[in-house]
């Protein structure tokens, strides 16, 4: 019976990117779920097209339509670096978005006149599996006037709360493509710096905790530390799952057996990394992905036993606030499910909320700037507002800036500041009125 539905849906990229005409908003994958055929077949089309918006969010496959650019506009809900370089040249532009909000945004105040994503093959009941991102296609399939799926053989299988698979009924056009490896996000290597903030935020970590991790050099090096720790019974609940958690689990450090919900498993709203990690995710009972609106949701996130998140930032000014996403109007990332964790951490039992930085940088003509700022320049996203900011962590120590005056937070946060810079952050803060001698 599917097997002659499918027959009839069966279109080549070429056919199904044939669809698509001038004025078209579309969504295309996110993360490492991307349909590559769809979107080289599409960008072959840029001479015949004048105008068409493509919604997207964590690119980790380059993408042929960034790359033409043209009548072809680039809407992140993210950015990564050939997104970044497409938003300097005027073709790509950033949605911002509070991610456990995605599923009302592209619901509620978008069109989408076409989805494309890719699937795992269909199975014997009729449903395609969105393997490592559950965040949001399901609700959006129901939105968007056209559904295209893009079958990888090689597109892992995981397990969902709900809302993970697609039934043939819900698709109109279907794509075998040829078998290829999922996108790859590479560990990022990271220095000592990272390594000494990683341990100090490892030190006042707490068996049965809760994880969440961000993404980047710095939450490697927490997940490698927490390996080697002498921690145990951690369960996972993060926005995104990376291999970390895999080196966590394979240490012998995760059970989830603690958790206040979904105990036993380890759960995210989608998930990137190396080909290991797709290998381990595959048919693991261990892991659930699940719409985000459940995963980011405060109250989810609140419930958790010792909820424990950890993530980066760009920057923090003596007010408390964090940076974690621009530097001025220059988009960096995004603000992801930053806030949503920070909240709910805190609200949780036991919970803690912790921002990692690096006290410093060093420009490329080896001029080292400050981390820790009096103020962010003009245009600069706040990621957190002042009384959200929990933990702040350095190589050079940790504050907890929950309860503390102005005064109380600009001292806190400048003895973990680069020596280098104390003394004028000091006088910064005597002229905005923060310090009191």
């Known amino acids: 019976m599917y097997e002659t539905i499918y027959k009839e849906k069966l279109k080549t990229a070429k056919e199904a990117a044939a669809l698509i005409k001038d004025g078209d908003e579309i969504e295309i994958g996110f993360g490492a779920n991307f349909p590559v055929e769809f979107d080289a077949a599409l960008a072959e089309r840029a001479h015949e097209l004048n105008h068409v918006a493509i919604r997207n969010g964590v690119l980790v496959d380059s993408s042929r339509l960034v790359a033409v650019g043209g009548p072809f506009l680039w809407q992140s809900w993210h950015g990564t670096g050939d997104v970044r370089r497409a938003m300097d040249k005027g073709t790509a532009n950033h949605i911002p978005v509070r991610y456990s909000e995605i599923i009302r945004y592209v619901t509620e105040n978008r069109d989408t006149d076409a989805l494309v994503i890719s699937v795992s093959p269909m199975d014997k009941h009729g449903y395609f599996n969105f393997g490592i991102d559950g965040s949001h296609f399901f609700r959006l399939a129901e939105k968007a006037k056209t559904v295209i799926v893009e079958v990888n053989e090689k597109q892992p299988r995981i397990f969902g709360r709900t809302e993970s698979e697609l039934h043939i009924d819900q698709v109109d056009v279907i794509i075998e493509a040829e078998p290829h490896a999922m996108g790859i ?10 390594r000494k903030i990683a341990e100090i935020v490892v030190e006042r970590m707490e068996d049965e905790a809760t994880v969440q991790l961000g993404i980047g050099a710095l939450p490697n090096a927490i997940g490698d530390v927490i390996a080697d720790s002498s921690l145990k019974d951690l369960g996972v609940h993060t926005e995104m799952y990376v291999d970390s958690f895999m080196k966590m689990t394979l240490a012998g450090k995760v059970t989830g057996m603690k958790k206040t919900l979904d105990r036993g498993r380890q759960v995210s709203a989608f998930l990137a990394g190396t080909e290991a990690l797709y290998d381990f995710v595959n048919e693991n009972p261990s892991i659930m992905v699940g719409p985000v609106d459940y995963v980011n949701g405060a109250a989810t996130i609140a419930a958790q036993h010792k909820m424990t998140s950890i993530n980066t930032a760009i920057q923090v000014n003596l007010r408390g606030e964090v940076s974690s996403e621009s530097v001025g109007t220059r988009q960096i990332s995004g603000s992801g499910g930053q806030f949503d964790f ?3 951490s805190y609200l949780a039992p036991g919970g803690k909320g912790f921002i990692c930085l ?80």
């Open 185 to 194: 996000l590479p560990n990022r290597p990271y220095g000592d710096l990272d």
């Open 358 to 437: 690096r006290s410093s940088r060093v420009d490329k003509n080896g001029v080292r700037h400050s981390n820790i700022v009096p103020d962010f320049i003009t245009g600069t996203a706040i990621t957190l507002p002042a009384p959200v900011t929990q933990y702040v962590v350095t190589e050079y120590g940790i504050c907890n800036l929950k309860g503390k005056s102005l005064y109380e937070r600009a001292k806190a946060l400048i003895a973990i500041a680069h020596p280098e810079f104390r003394d004028e952050l000091i006088k910064a803060a005597m002229a905005k009125g923060f310090w009191k001698p």
């Open 342 to 344: 920070a909240v709910g």
